[in-house]
């Protein structure tokens, strides 16, 4: 497994990009795609795609790109497999890195949904540490949005700096802060529970430091048959760390029903003064909030802050249907993201990091805060898109779910883990 090793030390602050607008690219040709273009996406990227849609839209006016947002994990896979099963999916649609889910770019490329775009001009230009995961057999599927960090606290910066607050650089501090904070009042942190999706992405995360990043091996090994979750003591901290933040009060009532909506609404209005999730979704507590201050921190390890390690994910992107009625039109949009100005625009409104950025070693916005762990090549790639079934994720999410409510065990938990590994 690769550690992101490009980033390297030459890390640099980037600077605040400017709104790019659509009188930045070529004016329209006298001659061109019309018509509409459908698209299925996940509401994370809306903010980005608010903007973006109404930029393509002054350029070629002769195209209506018309999206559907579904919120991500299973109401949006449930929504979108249902479409290209019966035959009748939108003409381009999010896919996520490798075999994350269901629709994810391998098992969509292996089913014949979505078609080959290696010839397009940006793919010359993808992140190689996310490339592979939007091929198949070879072939690119998959337009790329840009990098994130799978899942680590947000905080608000303000609560902290007004309250004398500082952030955590060990677990032990990280269960401290959340006594401190729920004697206040307020939720520490914000954790849609109820969501298999961050459930199970939280628990890679706190993982990182306790399996993935020390031994960046092991998944193979797991393939192998050579280990498992439930011998593996890494895997048994960071399902125990779970139980430990519960037990510390970090969490709100009924965590185990919160939904991701609910989720940002409470980080974005103040009643949670932290939110542990996929590092993008902070584009919508955003667009909730515009004056909050977010800043971010690493899920923090046990005793050490040096055997810290975060989790670099690929941000997901677009496939195209390979039925779609306007492929013309629909491969005119995909191109017009992958111009420069407009997916570095688009990355920063959804708080992720460009292609381009990727390529350079910059980490634009709050992602600055990282810059330490990057510099010290303490980033690891999730395993998430390497489960050898799409259905691992949302089982085991819906098994963490259970440490909330009382109904697991971390043994039954573990157990579970290495049931769903080995499903078919």
Same mark, same amino acid.
């Given at each position: 497994?690769?550690?992101?090793?490009?980033?390297?030390?030459?890390?640099?602050?980037?600077?605040?990009?400017?709104?790019?607008?659509?009188?930045?690219?070529?004016?329209?040709?006298?001659?061109?795609?019309?018509?509409?273009?459908?698209?299925?996406?996940?509401?994370?990227?809306?903010?980005?795609?608010?903007?973006?849609?109404?930029?393509?839209?002054?350029?070629?006016?002769?195209?209506?790109?018309?999206?559907?947002?579904?919120?991500?994990?299973?109401?949006?896979?449930?929504?979108?497999?249902?479409?290209?099963?019966?035959?009748?999916?939108?003409?381009?649609?999010?896919?996520?890195?490798?075999?994350?889910?269901?629709?994810?770019?391998?098992? &969509?490329?292996?089913?014949?949904?979505?078609?080959?775009?290696? $010839?397009?001009?940006?793919?010359?230009?993808?992140?190689?540490?996310?490339?592979?995961?939007?091929?198949?057999?070879?072939?690119?599927?998959?337009?790329?949005?840009?990098?994130?960090?799978?899942?680590?606290?947000?905080?608000?910066?303000?609560?902290?700096?007004?309250?004398?607050?500082?952030? #955590?650089?060990?677990?032990?501090?990280?269960?401290?802060?959340?006594?401190?904070?729920?004697?206040? !009042?307020?939720?520490?942190?914000?954790?849609?529970?109820?969501?298999?999706?961050?459930?199970?992405?939280?628990?890679?995360?706190?993982?990182?430091?306790?399996? =993935?990043?020390?031994?960046?091996?092991?998944?193979?090994?797991?393939?192998?048959?050579?280990?498992?979750?439930?011998?593996?003591? !890494?895997?048994?901290?960071?399902?125990?760390?779970?139980?430990?933040?519960?037990?510390?009060?970090?969490?709100?009532? !009924?965590?185990?029903?919160?939904?991701?909506?609910?989720?940002?609404?409470?980080?974005?209005?103040?009643?949670?003064?932290?939110?542990?999730?996929?590092?993008?979704?902070?584009?919508?507590?955003?667009?909730?909030?515009?004056?909050? $201050?977010?800043?971010? &921190?690493?899920?923090?390890?046990?005793?050490?802050?040096?055997?810290?390690?975060?989790?670099?994910?690929?941000?997901?992107?677009?496939?195209?249907?390979? $039925?779609? !009625?306007?492929?013309?039109?629909?491969?005119?949009?995909?191109?017009?993201?992958?111009?420069?100005?407009?997916?570095?625009?688009?990355?920063?409104?959804?708080?992720?990091?460009? #292609?381009?950025?990727?390529?350079?070693?910059?980490?634009?916005?709050?992602?600055?805060?990282?810059?330490?762990?990057?510099?010290?090549?303490?980033?690891?790639? =999730?395993?998430?898109?390497?489960?050898?079934?799409?259905?691992?994720?949302?089982?085991?999410?819906?098994?963490?779910?259970?440490?909330?409510?009382?109904?697991?065990?971390?043994?039954?938990?573990?157990?579970?883990?290495?049931?769903?590994?080995?499903?078919?």
């Amino acid at each position: 497994m690769s550690r992101l090793a490009s980033w390297g030390a030459i890390l640099a602050l980037v600077a605040a990009i400017a709104a790019a607008s659509a009188t930045a690219a070529s004016a329209q040709p006298k001659a061109g795609p019309s018509g509409s273009v459908s698209f299925a996406m996940a509401t994370t990227y809306q903010p980005g795609f608010d903007i973006l849609i109404a930029n393509f839209k002054r350029v070629y006016p002769n195209i209506d790109i018309k999206p559907s947002y579904y919120v991500s994990g299973a109401p949006f896979s449930t929504a979108v497999t249902t479409q290209f099963t019966a035959g009748n999916g939108p003409d381009l649609t999010w896919v996520t890195g490798a075999r994350t889910g269901p629709t994810s770019v391998w098992p &969509f490329a292996e089913a014949g949904y979505i078609s080959d775009l290696s $010839k397009r001009p940006w793919v010359k230009r993808m992140f190689p540490g996310d490339k592979a995961q939007y091929m198949y057999k070879g072939k690119v599927y998959g337009y790329d949005f840009g990098l994130s960090i799978l899942a680590l606290p947000a905080y608000n910066k303000d609560f902290f700096a007004q309250n004398r607050l500082s952030v #955590p650089k060990t677990f032990a501090q990280l269960l401290t802060l959340c006594r401190t904070i729920a004697g206040m !009042g307020k939720i520490p942190i914000a954790w849609a529970g109820g969501s298999a999706a961050v459930d199970t992405n939280n628990l890679v995360a706190l993982a990182a430091s306790t399996v =993935t990043g020390p031994d960046p091996k092991w998944l193979q090994r797991r393939l192998n048959h050579q280990t498992t979750f439930a011998s593996t003591p !890494g895997w048994r901290r960071a399902v125990q760390m779970i139980v430990d933040m519960k037990n510390a009060n970090c969490f709100g009532p !009924g965590v185990e029903a919160v939904q991701i909506p609910q989720m940002q609404q409470q980080f974005a209005s103040g009643q949670a003064a932290m939110m542990f999730t996929y590092a993008g979704l902070n584009a919508q507590v955003a667009q909730i909030n515009p004056n909050l $201050k977010i800043g971010l &921190f690493p899920p923090p390890a046990d005793n050490n802050p040096a055997n810290t390690w975060l989790t670099a994910q690929a941000a997901g992107g677009l496939g195209l249907n390979t $039925k779609s !009625g306007n492929k013309a039109a629909a491969l005119t949009f995909l191109d017009f993201l992958g111009r420069e100005k407009q997916q570095r625009l688009f990355a920063k409104i959804n708080y992720l990091v460009s #292609p381009y950025d990727a390529l350079k070693g910059n980490l634009p916005g709050i992602y600055a805060d990282l810059k330490p762990w990057f510099a010290s090549n303490h980033v690891v790639s =999730t395993i998430t898109a390497e489960w050898p079934n799409t259905q691992f994720g949302t089982l085991t999410g819906a098994s963490i779910q259970g440490l909330f409510t009382g109904q697991k065990t971390v043994d039954a938990v573990l157990a579970d883990m290495d049931k769903y590994f080995e499903l078919s």
